[in-house]
């Protein structure tokens, strides 16, 4: 009689594997492991808890939906993370909440560059408690406009490359490194202005 | 500095030039003060963020935040199983359904054809003629061919 493996001893690759047999304890097991990861990036991306929730779970339920197709070139948590990308983009652009940006816009935003630069150094040095630094960046995140918190997210946490931000976030590559420079330069003015307000 | 050299810089830092691209800027960088001042500050913000994303967790327990899952999945699989079936298929239906009707009539009408030709002692193209009543001089034409039948009586009146 062969016994059935607990599958909270099993490693992700096998609770994929026993998933894809129709084995929802494996596929429950995955979410229990993952289900922060996807969570965080949703509400990330969403700043809303709720919506984050929502999304995360529609993300699971596609997951379990599409497990055949996932073929192992990346890690399971990298494949549903970018699931639940792919929801909160659509849901956001449903929202309306993503702005056509002509390309004078761009060039008339582009212009102040030079002018704005260089901006104030949020110094990374300073002798701030790492959770301490955690928050203020979190706070100054929610303070970015979609796009620019997006590009960001993208960028610095999942570690995407320009192309396949341009090509999720519907844009060109051009617009992803304008969006990526002035959500930097944003992130580092809110991080010194919330340094300066603390420490009045 | 120009916006486009700014970007250039920023893509230098984030390795996404090409070896030749990353050697120009590189060198360029090394002679100008003013771009090495930039990208400190581009690499600051970098360094700044990698890593230091703030941990978040789900603000439900394990077993209601997959019970929710857990029944969308279950509702999905039965709503699939009850389905119509795919358009292709269902277009299919449609012209099957005639298309059998049109069969059984080929059919029928071979079973009626058939026969004719297996009772005949000629068969292919054949012509019959049978003299029903000897007395009264009534022959029959069949041309299977001409497809039709031709009966002449004789009452031997004349």
Known sequence: ?200 | MNTEIILKLQAYLDEELTAEEARQVSAWLASDAEAQAVCRHLRDTKALLAGNELPVKVPETQEFYWSKIQREITRLEAASDHEPPPVLARWWMRLAVPLAGVAVLVLLLLMLVKPLSESGALAGSFHEIETQIEEANAISFHSQAAGMTVVWIDSGSN
Not at chain 1, 12 to 19: F, G, M, R, T
Not at chain 1, 25 to 48: G, I, P, Q, T
Not at chain 1, 65 to 81: C, D, H, N, P, Y
Not at chain 1, 171 to 187: D, E
Request: glycine fraction near 4%; charge should be positive; aromatic fraction near 6%.
């Open chain 1, 1 to 200: 009689m062969t016994k059935r493996v607990a599958c909270s001893e099993m490693d992700d690759p096998a609770l994929v594997a026993a998933a894809k047999r129709g084995r929802m304890d494996a596929f429950e097991e995955l979410v229990a492991r993952h289900r922060d990861k996807v969570y965080a990036r949703a509400y990330s991306m969403m700043r809303n808890e709720d919506e984050a929730i929502d999304l995360s779970q529609e993300a699971w339920v596609k997951g379990w939906q599409r497990l055949k197709q996932f073929q192992g070139e990346a890690s399971f948590v990298t494949w549903i993370t970018r699931i639940v990308i792919n929801l909160c983009l659509d849901q956001l652009r449903k929202q309306k909440r993503v702005r056509a940006e002509s390309i004078e816009q761009l060039d008339e935003e582009l212009g102040g560059v030079e002018r704005q630069m260089p901006i104030v150094n949020p110094n990374p040095t300073d002798k701030l408690e790492r959770i301490e630094l955690r928050q203020r960046i979190d706070r100054a995140l929610g303070q970015l406009s979609y796009e620019h918190r997006t590009v960001l997210v993208l960028h610095e946490f999942e570690e995407l490359e320009y192309k396949e931000i341009a090509k999720r976030m519907e844009c060109s590559i051009g617009t992803v490194m304008s969006r990526l420079f002035y959500a930097r330069r944003k992130m580092a003015a809110l991080l010194a202005g919330l340094k300066r307000e603390e420490s009045r």
